[in-house]
């Protein structure tokens, strides 16, 4: 019986294993499957525009048009309030080209990137964070998305706000917003099948649909109101015996700007690696992550400021202004039309963002975790099946204090970014072995037992000065130190230069070895033959011609031999 069970058991891991083609140097293992390798020019596949649909995605989204109401409810001005915008969105830009660089070069993604940091077992570490905010984000976007979903429904059928609430008490929302979520994941559910190097189709509708809903939504508002309302001429007004003066809270707003993003900085060599040359990459970027994302800020102000003119209150959240302008479902056919397809726009943009962000990302780095099993694909489903683990509506609706600290995570991940670009850039050269990231036997980044030590503590010494400001912020502890407060108030660049500088200083004290070697041979047939001349790196046939072997493992072997 147990020989039997042995045997059906090895049957099913054997059919649920990922099988590579060999002959695209695709192995599967402990460290490596498709979706982990270096990505070969055949699937390099994304241009500029890909690069601004990505990033339109991350801009034209309901958070990012709220983004001034935060900064205006402390006090500052509207002119302030777009100026920490501008700057925020251009460090945004610069740290996350400053990271997805080793895509670029490698065409590595995060998951794999960290091993030559961290260590081959520590790179767990910075994964485990990235996939619980992975679960927890794509949870939350499902819920925030279904809003919208609701909003059309209503549109469509005006009864739908009404309905009977069909949920226990002891459930924190109404059964027309659990429907909404329901709809929402159902419908999201087929994009999982998309992969990555065919996202332009995606990219392109949700681009163009969105920023026309936009516009002809600020139009709208701007026309039937005749022009900006009061909180387009708001100026200084930070309340009196406030501890904070105006250029402290606007460091505090490009702290929050930045830290918002951080984990989609962390991991922006996910989707660097699928880019055909750094230009790509640059131009997209820079056009969309910034402008677009500027932009996007200022029109919901805009748009913002006609309604209140209009209604004569501030609708801040776009579901809300959009339920009020069909009247909860009892406006007009016109006025529910219009609402629908707005909604829509809203929604095409938040479940396409979902997706990227959160469940493509999720699945490549769960691939990390068990490369012989898990793809990008089946990892993205189980990024999506989790979300009725997380149950968003517990923690949208109940627990707001759960969702703060997590928007303010970037505490523990911008040490990561200051180990990875000092370790990238001013240690190794921009310079990594490639052959190295997928194997823990003679291993330049197996380090002590598969762990670098010297980025768990730096990376430690990065969030402990900040930590403490996180917890009196989200205790809303007033009576607390200045000096915490003012550290939280500058947490992401404090976390990003310590950990940076003390991984460096650490790392000249106690040296690595072979740090900044790299390999002769183009093992995996990785880069082009302009590339690899720029590299120094000669192809695999070449040498395997030359030595008239069929073994890839000689070719190395002859250059390992040589050092």
């Known amino acids: 019986m147990a020989a039997d069970m042995t045997y059906r058991f090895g049957v099913v891991k054997e059919k649920i294993r990922l099988h590579g083609d060999e002959a695209q140097h695709e192995q599967t293992d402990q460290w490596s499957n498709r979706d982990l390798i270096p990505l070969p020019p055949s699937r390099r596949t994304w241009g500029w525009f890909h690069y601004f649909g990505y990033w339109t995605l991350s801009s034209l989204n309901i958070t990012n048009w709220q983004t001034p109401s935060s900064f205006l409810t402390q006090g500052l001005s509207v002119g302030q309030s777009m100026l920490i915008i501008v700057i925020g969105r251009a460090l945004i830009v610069a740290f996350s080209t400053l990271i997805a660089w080793c895509g670029i ?69 109404t059964g027309d917003e659990f429907v909404g979520f329901i709809v929402f994941w159902v419908l999201s559910t087929p994009l999982l099948c998309i992969p990555p190097e065919k996202f332009k189709i995606p990219f392109l509708v949700t681009s163009i649909y969105c920023g026309l809903a936009m516009l002809s939504m600020m139009i709208w508002a701007l026309a039937t109101a ?13 309340p009196e015996g406030s501890a904070w003066n105006s250029s402290w809270l606007m460091m505090a707003g490009i702290n929050q700007l930045i830290g918002g993003i951080a984990a989609g900085i962390t991991n922006g ?53 959009l339920m009020t302008m069909m009247e909860n479902g009892d406006g007009t056919s016109a006025a529910r039309a219009g609402v629908f397809f707005l909604a829509f726009g809203f929604g095409l943009t938040s479940m396409f963002e979902n997706i990227c962000g959160n469940a493509v990302a999720g699945g490549i780095d769960l691939a990390g975790l068990w490369p012989r099993y898990i793809n990008i694909r089946r990892g993205a489903v189980i990024t999506f099946v989790a979300a009725w683990i997380v149950q968003p509506w517990q923690l949208v609706n ?111 004290l106690f040296p690595v070895a072979a740090m900044g070697d790299y390999d002769e041979v183009d093992l995996y047939g990785t880069f082009t033959a302009e590339e690899a001349a720029k590299l120094g790196v000669t192809p695999v046939e070449q040498i395997l011609g030359i030595h008239e072997s069929n073994e890839p493992s000689l070719a190395q072997e002859i250059f390992d031999k040589k050092e």
């Not at 005749?226 to 930070?238: E, F, K, Y």
């Not at 690696?273 to 932009?295: E, K, N, P």
């Open 398 to 508: 109940r627990a707001t204090t759960f969702i703060q600290v997590l928007s303010s995570f970037s505490v523990f991940l911008s040490p990561i970014i200051g180990l990875m670009a000092t370790d990238f850039y001013l240690l190794r050269g921009r310079k990594i072995r490639l052959s190295h990231l997928y194997r823990n036997r003679d291993t330049s980044y197996w380090f002590w037992n598969g762990m670098n030590w010297r980025a768990v503590v730096a990376w430690i010494c990065g969030w402990i000065p900040t930590i403490g400001g996180l917890i009196v912020t989200v205790n809303q502890d007033t009576n607390a130190p200045r000096s915490l407060h003012e550290l939280y108030f500058m947490a992401f660049l404090i976390g990003f230069f310590i950990s940076g500088t003390l991984f460096f200083g650490l790392n000249k």
């Open 226 to 238: 005749g022009g900006v309302g009061p909180l387009w001429n708001t100026g200084v007004a930070i």
């Open 105 to 173: 070069k490698w065409h590595i993604g995060f998951t794999v990137q960290n091993r030559f940091t961290w260590g081959m077992r520590g790179s767990y570490i910075p994964l485990l964070q990235r996939i619980l905010l992975n679960f927890i984000w794509n949870a939350v976007q499902c819920w925030n998305g279904g809003r919208l979903v609701a909003v059309c429904l209503t549109a469509i059928w005006p009864s739908f706000a009404k309905m009977r609430n069909f949920l226990p008490e002891s459930l924190p929302t």
């Open 269 to 321: 060599s996910d989707f660097s690696r699928y880019a055909r040359g750094w230009q790509s990459y640059v131009i997209g970027s820079t056009s969309s992550g910034w402008v677009t994302g500027t932009l996007v800020c200022f029109i919901g102000l805009v748009t913002t400021s006609a309604a209140q003119k209009i209604y004569g209150e501030v609708y801040w959240n776009p579901p809300d202004l």
